[in-house]
């Protein structure tokens, strides 16, 4: 029997009934009296996401090649210290885990009983595995992945509004036509500023370079190596370039100056993310900054809610970010 079963048969929410099995405030005496013969009636056994559990949080970094948990630098760990800075301050334990496997680990470490919910790091978890979160079985929240049509409590960027910040900049600066540094690794946030690109470029009246749309790895060394092996062919590049992240931006850049460009008097770049080195880099990079910290208080305040509650969820949170104007993009207006 469900939770939802048996408060159909006694005429309760099951709200109601989460609250007195986890022997909290809220209720009347009588109402809960009538929770816990029917409980007993019914032998009525709760799963492991409506028993109470000691206040500790699960927070787990799934990694599949690393590219983004690992190589994006400061990223994920700036949105790490801000989860455990928050659930510190509202007295959870917290325990962290790595899982390089399938899900299964994730649902074996879950079934001991030793925690109340779980906040799962998810940039780099890939479409085919997103319907086997939900074996999971404590409250969960997903961070940095919106999990499209999948009932899941998320927090992450906004990456349709963050693309249209960078490229109306690019716009206002004079640029008509501009390229694209594209991510070779599709996972869900560069498959939506993939989609966003495109859009965004298509409403501010900015020509798509179709020549200048090149794959390059999200890693400094892959995106360095990349674009050197394009440069070697000679191709005619755009004058401005739009790249999926700054790690990309970053190595492009540097192949780009070993090439014998002036960044941005020949060429143009903003990237996305906003990571430590865009802002020491040469020329200092032109992007848009994440609100990490932000993406980790929202997290807690929904796995809160939803321990408290379940209820609550599903609820997708995405957070527009600032756009941080650099070096990096030249303005044509002379200004």
Not at 234 to 261: R, S
Not at 271 to 280: H, L, Q, S
Request: aromatic share 8%; proline share 4%; with cysteine.
């Amino acid at each position: 029997m469900t939770i939802r079963e048996l408060a159909k048969l006694i005429d309760v929410s099951p709200a109601t009934i989460s609250i007195v099995l986890h022997g909290k405030k809220g209720v009347k005496e009588e109402t809960r009296q009538k929770v816990l013969e029917a409980v007993k009636l019914y032998q009525y056994e709760p799963t492991l996401r409506n028993m109470p559990k000691k206040k500790n949080v699960l927070l787990v970094k799934y990694k599949k090649s690393g590219s983004l948990i690992e190589e994006n630098q400061g990223f994920i760990s700036m949105i790490i210290d801000s989860i455990e800075e928050e659930l510190r301050g509202l007295q959870y334990e917290i325990s962290t885990e790595a899982v390089r496997e399938h899900i299964d680990a994730l649902v074996t470490i879950c079934n001991t009983g030793d925690y109340c919910g779980m906040i799962l790091i998810a940039s780099e978890i890939t479409e085919e595995m997103y319907g086997e979160l939900a074996r999971i079985p404590i409250p969960f929240v997903v961070v940095d992945n919106t999990m499209p049509n999948y009932p899941y409590s998320c927090v992450c960027m906004n990456n349709y509004e963050n693309v249209w910040q960078v490229l109306k900049f690019c716009k206002e600066c004079g640029h008509q036509t501009i390229g694209y540094l594209k991510s070779s690794v599709s996972f869900e946030n560069f498959r939506e500023r993939n989609i966003a690109f495109f859009r965004c470029a298509r409403e501010l009246g900015l020509e798509v370079d179709e020549k200048g749309i090149f794959c390059l790895e999200p890693t400094l060394l892959g995106a360095f190596e990349g674009m050197e092996k394009i440069l070697n062919g000679k191709p005619e590049l755009p004058a401005c370039f739009f790249a999926d992240n700054d790690t990309i931006a970053l190595g492009a850049i540097k192949a780009m100056k070993a090439a014998g460009y002036k960044i941005p008097r020949d060429i143009s770049v903003a990237g996305f993310d906003d990571i430590p080195f865009a802002a020491v880099s040469s020329p200092a990079l032109t992007t848009v900054r994440v609100q990490r910290e932000l993406i980790g208080k929202q997290a807690v305040y929904q796995l809160q809610r939803i321990i408290d509650n379940q209820e609550f969820t599903p609820v997708k949170s995405t957070i527009t970010g600032n756009l941080v104007v650099r070096e990096s993009v030249k303005n044509l207006n002379g200004q």
